[in-house]
């Protein structure tokens, strides 16, 4: 069974950086592109990046554009994200998501493309 775990969340300063990575199980890793979304308490969960299944395209929100980048290492079934000069409105539980680079003309991130979600990682920017 396709499984998606996050880690690397934690409490953190703002302006500091953070590195969560999101391993999965099963052969199908290849074919997925994975996204990154969020969900800050009282909010509704956003998409924040996404990567194609080669490594290529990417895509970022505007939030995060300059300070996020997100990486996959196809020989670990592993993607990346990359948090630098984190604000505290980046406080939320991250999660991981594989599924289709495109969905009804929208490229990822976009929930209704997902087919498989993680747990999620909680990130606290916090002085």
């Known amino acids: 069974q396709f499984q998606l775990v996050e880690s690397g969340g934690g409490l953190v300063q703002p302006g500091g950086s953070l590195r969560l990575s999101c391993e999965a199980s099963?052969?199908?890793?290849?074919?997925?592109?994975i996204s990154w979304f969020r969900q800050a308490p009282g909010k509704e969960r956003e998409g924040v990046t996404c990567?194609?299944?080669?490594?290529?395209?990417?895509n970022y929100v505007d939030s995060v554009k300059g300070r996020f980048t997100i990486s996959r290492d196809n020989a670990k079934n592993t993607a990346y994200l990359q948090m630098d000069s984190l604000k505290p409105e980046d406080t939320a539980v991250y999660y991981c998501?594989?599924?289709?680079?495109?969905?009804?003309?929208?490229?990822?991130?976009?929930?209704?493309?997902?087919?498989?979600w993680g747990k999620g990682t909680t990130v606290t920017v916090s002085a």
């Open positions: 998501a594989a599924g289709s680079l495109y969905w009804r003309g929208q490229v990822c991130p976009v929930s209704g493309g997902v087919e498989f």
């Open positions: 099963g052969s199908s890793w290849p074919y997925y592109a």
């Open positions: 990567i194609g299944p080669n490594g290529s395209p990417t």
